[in-house]
C-alpha cells in the first residue's frame, strides 16, 4: 500500500485519533532513525508517523540523523512526506499562531548535517528549482481553506543551523534578502526526500517574529513554547483533512527525479553502493 509519512516537529509527537497498526524500529545504512517509526490508519489510507526529534525531544536539529529519517520512509513505502515544524516570522503580516506553506528554501546549515544519499561511489544531480511537491502544496492549501484556519500560501523559509536561535544582525540581514520565515529543519528533508523520489511539503507553525521585532527581541522559549502548544491542535486538524484529500495514485515528477541525474556509469558503481542505496537507485540502476 502507498503511505503517506509525517514528520512531526516540536510539540507534535503523536497524532491522536488514528488506528495504531504497529510500530516499527529500523535501522538503516546511515544510523539510527529518530525514533519509531508509528503506522497507522485513518480512512483507509496508511500513515507513517516519525516525531523528528525523538519522541522526548532528545535530538537538537542539527543532529538529526536526516539520512537515516528519510531512508526509513523510503523503506516503509512512504510516497509522499508533510513535515510539520514550528518556525520564526521574519515579516510582519505573518503573525504568530498562524501557519505558512513555504515553497521555497534557502540553505545557511552547514556540513554538520549530512544531506545528500549520493556522497560515496555514486553521483547524482537532482533537478530543485521548486522543493516541494506542487501536488501536494495544493492538497495542503485546499485543506487549510476547509478547515478556515489562518493559512498562508507561498514564502521563502530560511533553514539556518541552530541549535541557537538568531543574533540581532542575522534576522535584519534576513529580512533584507526577503525571506519570510526562519526554521532549522526542513530544508535538509526537502533535499534527501527529493533524492528519494518521495513528494514532500511543509506546513511551518509560526511561533515568534524572531528577534528582529521590537517586541521580540528577548523572546524567550517558554514564550515560544506556549505558542507551539496552542497550535499543535490545528496542525492535528490540518494534517487529518490533509490525509484525507491526498489521492495516492496522483503521478508526480517528483518520484522521478533520478530518472536522469545519476552520471555515474553502472559499470563504475560498486555492488557495496548498490545495496546501500537499492530501495532509492533501483529503478534506474540493478
Known amino acids: 500500500m502507498k503511505r503517506i509519512g509525517v514528520i512531526g516537529g516540536s510539540g507534535l509527537y503523536q497524532l491522536e485519533g488514528l488506528k ?7 535501522d538503516t545504512p546511515y544510523g539510527a532513525p529518530s525514533d519509531q517509526f508509528l503506522v497507522s490508519e485513518l480512512n483507509g489510507k496508511e500513515v507513517v508517523f516519525l516525531p523528528r ?24 513505502g512512504v510516497e509522499r512526506i508533510i513535515s510539520v515544524s514550528a518556525c520564526g516570522s521574519l515579516k510582519e503580516e505573518y503573525k504568530p499562531l498562524d501557519f505558512i506553506i513555504p515553497t521555497q528554501f534557502v540553505d545557511r546549515t552547514n556540513q554538520a548535517r549530512k544531506y545528500t544519499f549520493f556522497d560515496e561511489g555514486i553521483t547524482a544531480h537532482i533537478g530543485f528549482a521548486h522543493p516541494v511537491c506542487k501536488n501536494l502544496a495544493e492538497v495542503l492549501k485546499q485543506a487549510a481553506e476547509k478547515s478556515k484556519i489562518t493559512t498562508h500560501y507561498g514564502g521563502t523559509y530560511i533553514n539556518m543551523e541552530g541549535p541557537q536561535f538568531s543574533t540581532l544582525a542575522e534576522s535584519n540581514l534576513y529580512r533584507s534578502w526577503g525571506m519570510d520565515i526562519i526554521g532549522m529543519t526542513n530544508m535538509t528533508e526537502a533535499r534527501l526526500a527529493r533524492e528519494a523520489e518521495i513528494c514532500y511539503i511543509s506546513l511551518a507553525s509560526i511561533t515568534d517574529y524572531d528577534c528582529w521585532h521590537p517586541n521580540h527581541e528577548t523572546v ?13 491542535a490545528n496542525s492535528k486538524t490540518l494534517l487529518k483533512e490533509f490525509i484525507s484529500l491526498v489521492d495516492n495514485n496522483q503521478s508526480c515528477s517528483c518520484q522521478q527525479a533520478l530518472a536522469s ?25 540493478k
Do not use: W
Not at 526529534?53 to 516503509?76: D, E, F
Open 20 to 26: 495504531e497498526i504497529e510500530k516499527v524500529s529500523l
Open 261 to 285: 541525474a545519476i552520471v555515474t556509469r553502472e559499470e563504475f558503481i560498486s555492488q557495496e553502493t548498490k545495496n546501500k542505496l537499492g530501495i532509492i537507485i533501483n529503478k534506474y540502476i
Open 53 to 76: 526529534h525523538g519522541k522526548n525531544h532528545q535530538v537538537n536539529p542539527s543532529s538529526i540523523n536526516y539520512r537515516a529519517n528519510i531512508y526509513g520512509m523510503k523503506k516503509l
Open 220 to 232: 524567550t522559549l517558554d514564550e515560544i513554547l506556549a505558542n507551539l502548544k496552542k497550535n499543535v
